[in-house]
């Protein structure tokens, strides 16, 4: 299974991206997936998710209301919408997929990661 993500950028303060991850070698729709980011000398943060079966979502209390994940089964691909970035919000985004039983959504266990694409932030 590989994730490729995509997206990132230098945005400034206010602005938006949309980042996408494509899934190859494994049907989406057979998952959940998610999005985590991380910054130098910190470990992974959960961001968001979404269920296979009721495309139900989750979010980091940090992202509630400016982010919002989405999955596009047919084309496999997973996206991160995200509006009114904070300089806090600079990070390397991974998209990650299948949590393994008996873990949550919010655990950074995932059997497969994207390479991570880097969100730059400006004040």
């Known amino acids: 299974v590989q994730l490729q993500a995509s997206g990132g950028g230098l945005v400034q303060a206010g602005g938006s991206l949309r980042l996408s991850c494509v899934v190859s070698?494994?049907?989406?729709?057979?998952?959940?997936v998610g999005w985590f980011r991380q910054v130098p000398g910190k470990e992974r943060d959960f961001v968001a998710a979404?269920?296979?079966?009721?495309?139900?979502?989750w979010y980091s209390q940090s992202v509630k209301g400016r982010f919002t994940i989405s999955r596009d089964n047919a084309k496999n691909t997973v996206f991160l919408q995200m509006n009114s970035l904070k300089p806090e919000d600079t990070a390397v985004y991974y998209c990650?997929?299948?949590?393994?039983?008996?873990?949550?959504?919010?655990?950074?266990?995932?059997?497969?990661w994207g390479q991570g694409t880097q969100v730059t932030v400006s004040s």
């Open positions: 990650t997929y299948n949590p393994p039983p008996g873990t949550t959504v919010y655990d950074a266990t995932y059997d497969y």
């Open positions: 070698g494994r049907t989406l729709s057979a998952s959940a």
């Open positions: 979404i269920t296979d079966t009721d495309h139900r979502t």
